[in-house]
């Protein structure tokens, strides 16, 4: 091992622990009008063009990948407090709610 990482994993163990909290919040479109995958990855676009490059979200479509009558989609938000990111969730909801244009069926949160 070099004296530079010795020094270094040396520096870091001497900090307080920063442990992270993460919030999953995973929403059930149901789709109307799609006649082919190309046309339901168009209609939920925005979720990665929006809220992909936030720095403290995760976006990602989790299931039915290849059903063309729903969406499945979960943002994952990393932030400091459980309060801070329900706030942030919230936020993110209700964003979602006036620029996806399809119906939410079902829509479940976690904290880790």
Same mark, same amino acid.
């Given at each position: 091992m070099s004296d530079a990482l010795r020094k270094l994993l040396d520096t870091s163990s001497r900090g307080p622990a920063i442990t992270p909290h993460v919030g999953l919040l995973t929403l059930h479109f149901q789709v109307y009008g799609c006649e082919d995958l190309k046309a339901k990855r168009k209609a939920f676009s925005p979720m990665r063009a929006i809220w992909g490059k936030e720095v403290d979200l995760a976006v990602a479509e989790t299931a039915d990948l290849e %059903? $063309?009558?729903?969406?499945t989609w979960t943002i994952a %938000? $990393?932030?400091s407090s459980s309060r801070l990111i329900q706030e942030r969730l919230d936020q993110v909801e209700k964003a979602i709610a006036t620029k996806i244009d399809a119906p939410v069926l079902d829509i479940q949160r976690e904290i880790l």
């Open positions: %059903a $063309l009558d729903c969406a %938000a $990393l932030g």
